[in-house]
């Protein structure tokens, strides 16, 4: 019996490798991203641009279902809340509160996500990362306030 559920769990596993979500990265166009100074863009690189852009890194581990499907539903809703590949094009005032929103978490530390955490360790932010991310936010919001 035992045989039998372990032949039948392997088949499943093996069969759910087949039902793979798309993950090419759509083109970047330069004239639309994010543009900031290096140390801003460092901290969003190496943080949040594997969810948020169009710039993602996909380690090995992405082929594999079930992780597979995880991944790809937090980089849609990742890119759907705040996109830098598509800064320009991104209206003004929902620009202006999604700033508030990825100030909010990452200064209650919920962004970058936990469970990214677990295999990024690099991608943590520290307390001079949060304070440069802080302050380019509120820059970016001082601007948008005077348009």
């Not at 639309?32 to 290096?38: E, F, R, S, T, Y």
């Not at 620009?95 to 991608?123: C, F, G, I, T, W």
Request: contains cysteine; aromatic residues 10%.
């Amino acid at each position: 019996m035992i045989k039998k559920i372990f032949f039948w769990v392997l088949g499943i596993a093996v069969l759910i490798q087949f039902i793979r979500p798309d993950f090419k990265n759509p083109k970047v166009d330069e004239t639309l991203a994010l543009h900031a100074d290096a140390k801003v863009m460092g901290i969003l690189k190496t943080s949040c641009y594997d969810c948020h852009s169009n710039e993602t890194k996909y380690p090995w581990y992405h082929n594999l279902a079930p992780v597979s499907w995880v991944m790809s539903s937090h980089i849609n809703d990742g890119r759907k809340a705040l996109d830098f590949s598509n800064w320009a094009n991104i209206d003004a005032e929902v620009k202006l509160k999604r700033l508030k929103r990825a100030k909010q978490l990452v200064n209650n530390e919920l962004m970058p996500k936990s469970e990214y955490l677990l295999m990024h360790k690099d991608a943590g932010l520290d307390k001079d990362a949060k304070e440069t991310l802080d302050a380019f936010f509120d820059l970016q919001m001082k601007e948008l306030y005077s348009l």
